[in-house]
């Protein structure tokens, strides 16, 4: 089975930037979509990068300009987060979706177990 692990969260000043990385095993595909999805105390878990295995790139709005995701090859994904704000505030969870490059008419989702990012002012 695939197995996803998060490192790189921390705590950090406003402005200031974290790097997160994520280490992926098992039979995982180069074609998975893979990203970055986050949650706060007291809020649905949103996303906020992802990447297609053709390498396309999506950001939510919130992030655009700050954050890049990368994939630097079929078992490591990263995120550089930089001018960070207190709202971006959450545990960070890395995320595959195997569905289409297995042939699957559905999503076929794995998740780390995610990583604290912590801005304070």
């Known amino acids: 089975q695939v197995q996803l692990m998060e490192s790189g969260g921390g705590s950090v000043q406003v402005g200031g930037s974290l790097k997160l990385s994520c280490s992926a095993t098992?039979?995982?595909?180069?074609?998975?979509?893979m990203g970055w999805y986050r949650q706060a105390p007291g809020k649905e878990r949103e996303w906020v990068a992802v990447i297609s295995g053709d390498g396309t790139k999506d950001y939510r709005d919130a992030v655009k300009g700050r954050f890049t995701i990368s994939r630097d090859d079929d078992y490591t994904l990263s995120m550089q987060m930089n001018s960070l704000k207190t709202e971006d505030t959450a545990v960070y969870y890395c995320?595959?979706?195997?569905?289409?490059?297995?042939?699957?008419?559905?999503?076929?989702?794995?998740w780390g177990q995610g990583t604290q990012v912590t801005v304070s002012s």
């Open positions: 098992g039979h995982i595909l180069s074609s998975c979509e």
């Open positions: 995320s595959a979706d195997c569905g289409a490059a297995y042939g699957l008419q559905h999503g076929l989702n794995f």
